[in-house]
């Protein structure tokens, strides 16, 4: 695999970061997962505007312009013949001797890599998957998509060895989103729920997505919090990112959801985000 480091392409076992790199010693990094169909970029400029954001929110310096970035992602899936998968983006602060506070001068390091991998034809999509909650110990800026992801990955690890597919996150008894997706139930009336964004939860690229393509169907869109309660009593779930883009849900802990199939409005939304990717 041919990765980006800094401005140079390498053969990965060639790229190299520093031991004092701020990402590798506090997580002091950002990053972006951006999905690629048939050799082509899904909702490239939504996921560059959110890294902007994250930046900004931790006054990092941005290593290249945005025409750039858009060059190297291009480049990299090239490169790599990537025709289905998810190229990775990751910002660190840069390297300086280890200390608490911002360097004055480090120069930002940038990263970023490709991952093959089935998005259209994920074979978990027909079944569906089964969630387990897990309560919400991640920090309170969860809006920055930071590298800091420790929390995530315990909650997937716990997940996995119950035998579930994925963990939901719970704070103050109600859902906040899962381990690296949003999430959503559907009401018997039909509606779409899902929690509304603060820095309690990431502002899903995937998310805005869906939430667009379900009111263009008329569907209703409530953004509130919902409970553990209310999704095992749901009549749909489903969770969105950019590398599952819609993946329904179909039981929370012990409980089925509706008929423990994949619903008409989760597979229905799913197949419209499909075909506008294409
Ligand atoms: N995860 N919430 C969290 C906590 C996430 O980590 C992600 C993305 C999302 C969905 O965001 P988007 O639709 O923009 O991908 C929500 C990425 C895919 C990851 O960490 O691999």
Do not use: C
Not at 148 to 166: C, I, R, W
């Amino acid at each position: 695999r041919t990765v980006y480091v800094n401005g140079a392409f390498l053969a990965e076992d060639d790229a190299k970061i520093s031991v004092f790199d701020r990402g590798f010693l506090f997580a002091d990094g950002v990053y972006e997962v951006t999905t690629v169909l048939k050799g082509k970029l899904v909702d490239f400029e939504p996921h560059m505007a959110r890294l902007t954001r994250s930046l900004n929110a931790l006054q990092m310096a941005r290593p290249v312009g945005e025409a750039e970035l858009r060059d190297i992602h291009e480049k990299l899936v090239a490169l790599n013949e990537l025709d289905e998968g998810i190229v990775y983006l990751q910002v660190t602060r840069g390297i300086a001797d280890r200390d608490f506070a911002y360097p004055a001068d480090a120069a930002p390091s940038l990263v970023m890599f490709t991952q093959a991998r089935p998005v259209v034809d994920n074979p978990k999509v027909e079944k569906g998957i089964a969630v387990m909650t897990v309560p919400d110990i991640r920090w309170r800026r969860r809006d920055i998509k930071t590298v800091g992801l420790l929390p995530a990955s315990m909650a997937k690890q716990a997940a996995l060895e119950a035998g579930y597919g994925d963990a939901w996150f719970v704070e103050d008894g109600l859902i906040t989103e899962g381990s690296s997706n949003n999430a959503f139930i559907v009401n018997a009336d039909g509606a779409v729920i899902t929690r509304q964004l603060t820095s309690d939860i990431l502002h899903g690229i995937t998310r805005d997505a869906i939430l667009r393509l379900a009111r263009e169907d008329n569907i209703t869109i409530i953004e509130r919090p919902f409970t553990p309660g209310e999704a095992e009593n749901a009549k749909e779930a489903f969770i969105t990112s950019a590398s599952t883009f819609l993946m329904p849900v179909v039981a929370i802990n012990h409980s089925t959801i509706g008929d423990g199939k994949p619903g008409p409005i989760s597979r229905k939304l799913r197949q419209h985000y499909v075909d506008a990717a294409f």
